[in-house]
């Protein structure tokens, strides 16, 4: 991540070593596991309006562009599918490409598909907030973008400087303290997300949100279980934290 703007930080921008583009593979197999799911979605539950001659795709949260392009690409063509099985005219196609206003559109752009069926537009700024017309969203799509919370969420002094000084691991209390904190953060922004979402998208239209998450069976006054990203990462950051020192 490089620079923050509104509170919010981008994506490492450009094309080098450290850019996102160059690492983000991981995301890229979450967009690939989700294709297929998604292809049968549009098949199946994609309500075409004969009146309308366009389609508007929106990407919340693309980053530099690397992984929403083979996203918005399978969209499309999924979408024209769709309209020939229903004898209906292939529409023109636009693409939204939201991200925060630090985000390095000038990357996203210079490296458009060459032979695209789509024009592009940025739709620089917070996500959490209303961005595009009233009913104009026929697919909004969102993939490892919607779990960056606004802010971190609220806590007791003693809570921020046992998540934030590290050293310690939480006990159960504290653990479900942490976690019921992120999650009601998580739950506020999510809404604000919908709720925006909700005007903007046309009626028929469909969401596809691709958003990490742990196993329906985890239980956090448990200890953190080895499949966890969260404290995978935690142990990394301390990691890390300690060579700084
Ligand atoms: C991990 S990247 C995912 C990029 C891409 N969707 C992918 O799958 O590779 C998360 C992106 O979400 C963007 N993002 C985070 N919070 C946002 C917000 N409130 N509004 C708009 N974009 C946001 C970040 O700037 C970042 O580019």
């Given amino acids: 991540m490089d620079s923050k703007d509104n509170g919010y930080y981008s994506m490492n921008g450009g094309d080098e070593y450290h850019s996102y583009v160059k690492n983000s593979t991981y995301q890229r197999g979450i967009w690939e596991a989700a ?9 199946t539950k994609l309500e075409i309006p004969t009146s309308s001659k366009h389609f508007c795709i929106a ?16 969209i499309v063509e999924a979408v024209k599918r769709r309209h020939e099985s229903s004898n209906l005219k292939t529409p ?9 206003v ?15 069926s789509y024009e592009a537009a940025a739709v620089p700024g917070d996500f959490h907030r209303r961005l595009l017309p009233p009913s104009s969203v026929h697919f909004a799509y969102s993939s490892c973008s919607l779990h960056w919370l606004t802010e971190a969420p609220e806590a007791t002094e003693g809570l921020k400087s046992l998540v934030w000084s590290g050293g310690e691991r939480l006990r159960g209390g504290e653990k479900e303290e942490v976690y019921k904190a992120y999650l009601g953060q998580f739950e506020r922004d999510l809404e604000a997300f919908l709720q925006c979402r909700a005007v903007e998208m ?6 596809a949100l691709l958003i990490a998450g742990v196993p329906a069976s985890w239980d956090p006054q448990k200890e953190f279980t080895g499949v966890s990203v969260a404290e995978l990462l935690r142990s990394s950051l301390l990691d890390l934290a300690k060579k700084e020192d």
């Fill in 35 to 43: 294709t297929a799911i998604i292809e049968e979605e549009i098949a």
């Fill in 59 to 74: 990407d919340f949260g693309c980053s530099t562009g690397g992984n929403s392009f083979p996203a918005m690409n399978t």
């Fill in 92 to 100: 023109e196609f636009y693409v939204c490409f939201n991200d925060v």
């Fill in 102 to 116: 630090s985000n390095d559109f000038n990357t996203l752009f210079s490296s458009l598909p060459p032979g695209r």
């Fill in 202 to 207: 046309v009626d028929g239209g469909i969401m």
